[in-house]
């Protein structure tokens, strides 16, 4: 108890010692210099979000305050940063017309920190300005979560500490660049360890904490909207950019033509557009028939900025948290504005036996009333001769096969008021949205229920990752049509038109329609078009590999949120573990990587000195000779007892003493020029005793 | 039992830059979780880690520091009192912006430093401390701080110094110098003392002293007012007496039988110091003076 007492005592009396005793650092040159570039290097990251009268004004003050730096001139006076503050949010809010949102909030942050340097004096403004140049790194993932950005942030972290080290080592000797970015980098690197505990562990929140003002600008990347109309997936047809990646963890990949990823069901149309309207949804009806035949999905979506998910056609095993809209399609709760990742389960060949409702026939029939006549005239002669809907069907697709329809990404422009009727009869030139759109128009028509699905159709496959990546340019429409005793089953007009769009992919068909040619011609032209050479090889594995990359980082980064949280922790066989149980399992685990590193960066004691080590191989060496030192024995005894066993080498015994002796116990520091000189001669030191 | 308490604990806090660096983070915490955006996440978390690491090195700064050779430097009550000393490093690794510091410190100024130790070596420091008073005082500890590397952490450690110390008196009065006794008996002392009336040499006038001594002629050659000095005053014996040093309290008496001590070993004379107890003997040079300062710093302490 005393002993608590006294200890207590004793700590009262240290942790006395004032919060204020604390080192007020003198901002040297060397530092401002790394603290100036270290903000440039950050503003530079924003040179692409910030206006141009922004961007220049940031340099000239950072050119500004560095010319002062080396001229040791005064900084300017409180009355003209004033005025340069009140002009640079002037210019935001002209600039805006908001202070409030990214961008203006980007730019200001960029043009306070720019003039936070006009006023740095001390160690607080020091820091205050390295705070900013974290906002501003932070800033940076708000336009781009890319690995090149995770490159740029490790680079400005090590330079800000750089930065922050070259202040704290003051002037107490003349730095190297190289041994303060050393240094950084291993603070950097020991650091790693805690952040991938912090970043895996760390209990993520299902949404967000407040509701976001949002940038209306450029958030609709994804193909497209939420109805279709003629030319607009055609837009697409050459746009790179990925849509999602999809891993199928069986090795199971479908072939090319059964690639059809659904998306979204358009019921409706008014002659012109075909939209999905607004449908009920519900929570999601898993279908557990015939599970051997399932392909199981693990999918990766980009953000597209709506609610979509996409599976293979057909999914039967949804994501708990999704949620079902009729037709078997599914979304988030949320719009997808970050990567999302989801299993998804579908059977290729699933027909579901569900009797048709009232409701979905007559949204399924639903013509716009002012449906063009020839489209109402060509659908009844074909339902006056077909005995059923399938040869209605038939008669569709063969009218299709007239030579005169072309697939092609360039149809040109419809007829405003009846672009379909206008492309059926007169233009003839098509993408899959005038196929499919043309189709169920006519299906309808002739009294066939059909819908008109929106989605995917095929990928490239990576062989180097093992997954499909699906990009915008396979953005695809296809139709659905309600068979008596079959239920629904797919209809891609497409197919009939262009074989090559479903069987090889949109490259392909993309190569033949520049070509143009038919029948061998275009057998030549597939050939040629599936012959590849070696650069061509070359470039694509390493385009494979880049991808493959891509999609590891958008698995384990960019889609880490409360739902892959769960799994991977299921799979580390942790389970049910709640919010705070988590904390407490992330401070238990700091606290032992403190403990290990602690253990690491130990200081050493003397014995490890690289003399005494030094001194002790010497002994060793003339040890294994026959000459142990006696326990007692100095130095010098030792040397004489050596010089006179081994006289050959009295020379050298003699020199490695009395360096050793010097260095010890003498005025001499050690230094590695002088360890070197006495490894040099331990190192020539052959003792042998004579013959 | 008592060895473990005798260690004194080593104690961190953050600094203020690092106080703030807490609350920049939690704010960057918050937007990543808000955004949900991973990227942040892992800047928040990266800078988070960096100071995990910090608050090791900092620590790691401090490890095997020793202090020895505390030597203080004479003071006078009312300046500050000095400590030479050396900071060893007792460990591998070198220290940079190592402050010292003494308990009861209470702004940035009361630090010394930085210092810079290389492993297994010695650095030679200085700290000083207020010394308001007169009398002997002890320095229980001096305390060893570092925010090296990245001023995010004030790590200290209380280093046991037990030193003690003595403060002079802070010389002062403005009483006129004494007038030397004239003894009748024992002139084996007297005879020791300079010839009566020789010229020594001249010292500024102060208020109150006799207008005899002063130099008149230097007066009158333009030159400020001095006092001409002669050594021993006739063959009388200089005694720095307590009974004779009236009025002005105890401080006060001590305060002007210091400055005597002082000036009478500035010119090397022969003098005694007489105070209510005890008496110490006609003498001269700095280990007499020393002799006599520490019996008038002591003076109280005897009672």
Not at chain 1, 179 to 186: C, E, G, V, Y
Not at chain 1, 602 to 609: D, G, I, M, N, T
């Amino acid at each position: 108890m005393r002993r608590v007492l006294l200890k207590l005592e004793l700590n009262k009396k240290m942790k006395a010692l004032s919060w204020a005793v604390s080192p007020r650092l003198p901002i040297s040159k060397g530092s401002l210099n790394w603290l100036i570039f270290c903000l440039l290097m950050v503003i530079a990251g924003h040179v692409t979000h910030i206006p141009v009268w922004a961007a220049l004004g940031a340099l000239f003050i950072v050119v500004w305050r560095l010319r002062m730096v080396r001229k040791r001139s005064p900084l300017p006076a409180n009355i003209l940063r004033f005025m340069l503050t009140a002009g640079a949010i002037a210019g935001v809010v002209v600039t805006y017309r908001s202070y409030l949102g990214r961008d203006p909030g980007i730019t200001a942050l960029v043009i306070l920190s720019s003039l936070k340097l006009l006023e740095l004096k001390s160690h607080r403004d020091f820091m205050f300005v390295v705070f900013l140049c974290y906002f501003l790194v932070l800033g940076n993932f708000l336009y781009t979560q890319s690995i090149p950005s995770l490159i740029f942030m490790a680079a400005a972290v090590i330079l800000i500490t750089a930065a922050i080290l070259r202040l704290n080592y003051q002037e107490s000797e003349s730095l190297k660049t190289s041994s303060l970015l050393k240094s950084a980098a291993k603070l950097f690197i020991f650091s790693l360890p805690f952040m991938l505990v912090l970043f895996f562990l760390f209990p993520r929140t299902s949404g967000p904490l407040w509701n976001l003002p949002q940038d209306p600008e450029g958030k609709y990347r994804s193909g497209f909207n939420d109805s279709i109309y003629p030319g607009q997936i055609a837009q697409l047809a050459n746009s790179k950019i990925p849509a999602f990646r999809v891993t199928f963890p069986d090795d199971n990949l479908p072939r090319h033509k059964d690639l059809y990823f659904r998306g979204v069901i358009l019921w409706f149309t008014n002659g012109r557009r075909w939209v999905q309207g607004i449908l009920p949804a519900r929570r999601p009806r898993q279908i557990n028939e015939n599970p051997e035949a399932g392909i199981r999905q693990e999918i990766i979506l980009e953000p597209h900025f709506r609610r979509w998910l996409f599976a293979l056609d057909m999914p039967t095993i949804l994501p708990y948290w999704s949620r079902q809209l009729p037709g078997r399609i599914f979304h988030t709760r949320r719009i997808v504005e970050r990567y999302v990742s989801y299993r998804v389960t579908s059977q290729v060949d699933y027909r579901s036996a569900e009797e048709l409702t009232a409701t979905f026939r007559r949204w399924a029939l639903q013509l716009p009333r002012d449906l063009s006549r020839r489209i109402r005239e060509l659908a009844l002669s074909w339902r006056e001769q077909a005995a059923s809907d399938s040869e209605i069907v038939q008669s569709a697709l063969d009218y299709f096969r007239d030579p005169g329809f072309v697939y092609t990404l360039k149809p040109g422009v419809m007829d405003r008021e009846r672009p379909f009727e206008d492309f059926l009869f007169n233009k003839k030139k098509g993408f899959c949205e005038h196929y499919a759109g043309a189709f169920a128009l006519l299906l309808r028509a002739a009294g066939v229920p059909t819908r008109i699905l929106t989605g995917y159709q095929g990928g490239i496959y990576n062989p180097v990752g093992k997954y499909l990546l699906v990009r915008q340019s396979e953005a695809h429409a296809w139709c659905e049509v309600w068979l008596e005793g079959e239920g629904w089953r797919r209809i891609d007009p497409t197919a009939v038109i262009s074989p090559e769009r479903i069987e090889y992919g949109i490259d392909m068909s993309n190569t033949l329609s520049s070509l143009g040619g038919a029948g061998d011609d275009r057998q030549d032209a597939i050939d040629n078009a599936l012959r590849r050479g070696f650069f061509k090889n070359l470039f694509q594995t390493l385009e494979d590999y880049w991808d493959t990359i891509n999609n590891k980082w958008n698995l384990w980064i960019m889609s880490y949120d409360l739902y892959r949280q769960r799994s991977f922790l299921e799979s580390l066989g942790i389970e049910h573990l709640g919010r705070w149980t988590l904390v407490v399992f992330i401070i238990l685990i700091v606290a032992g990587l403190l403990i290990l590193f602690s253990f690491l960066l130990r200081r050493k004691s003397a014995l490890s000195e690289p003399l005494l080590e030094l001194y002790r191989r010497f002994c060793n060496k003339l040890g294994r000779a026959g000459l142990r030192r006696l326990a007692w024995e100095g130095p010098l005894d030792f040397a004489r007892r050596a010089a006179a066993k081994f006289p050959r080498s009295a020379g050298d015994i003699e020199q490695v003493t009395n360096l050793f002796i010097e260095l010890r116990y003498g005025r001499q520091a050690v230094d590695d020029l002088h360890l070197k000189e006495l490894k040099k001669h331990i190192a020539r030191l052959a003792p042998k005793t004579e013959h | 039992m008592g060895k473990k308490t005798k260690k004194n604990p080593v104690i961190t806090r953050p600094t203020k830059p690092g106080f703030f660096l807490f609350l920049v983070l939690l704010a960057m915490l918050v937007a990543s979780a808000n955004y949900g955006n991973n990227m942040a996440y892992i800047l928040t978390f990266l800078i988070f880690s960096l100071i995990l690491v910090v608050f090791l090195q900092t620590r790691n700064n401090l490890k095997g520091l020793e202090i020895k050779n505390v030597q203080p430097q004479p003071a006078f009550a009312g300046s500050r009192v000095r400590f030479t000393l050396e900071l060893h490093n007792r460990l591998s690794g070198k220290r940079y912006g190592i402050y010292l510091t003494f308990p009861g410190a209470e702004s940035p100024d009361d630090l010394y430093g930085p210092f810079t130790v290389g492993p297994f070596s010695s650095a030679t420091g200085e700290i000083s401390l207020p010394a308001p008073k007169r009398g002997r005082f002890t320095l229980s500890d001096i305390i060893i701080l570092t925010v090296f590397p990245l001023g995010v952490f004030r790590v200290h450690s209380g280093l046991k110094a037990d030193k003690s110390y003595l403060v002079y008196p802070k010389p002062g009065g403005f009483l006129p110098w004494p007038e030397p006794e004239v003894h009748s008996e024992g002139d084996g002392e007297g005879s020791q003392l300079k010839g009566g009336d020789d010229y020594v040499g001249s010292r500024p006038y102060r208020p109150g002293e006799s207008m005899h001594h002063i130099d008149w002629k230097a007066v009158a050659r333009g030159r400020s007012l001095n006092i001409k000095e002669f050594s021993g005053g006739g063959s009388g014996q200089l005694w720095f007496d307590w009974s004779k040093v009236g009025g002005s309290g105890t401080e006060g008496r001590l305060s002007q039988l210091a400055r005597w001590v002082l000036e009478a070993d500035e010119r090397g004379s022969v003098f005694g110091l007489r105070l209510l107890t005890s008496e110490i003997g006609l003498g001269s040079g700095s280990g007499h003076t020393i002799k006599c300062l520490n019996e008038l710093t002591l003076f109280d302490s005897r009672k």
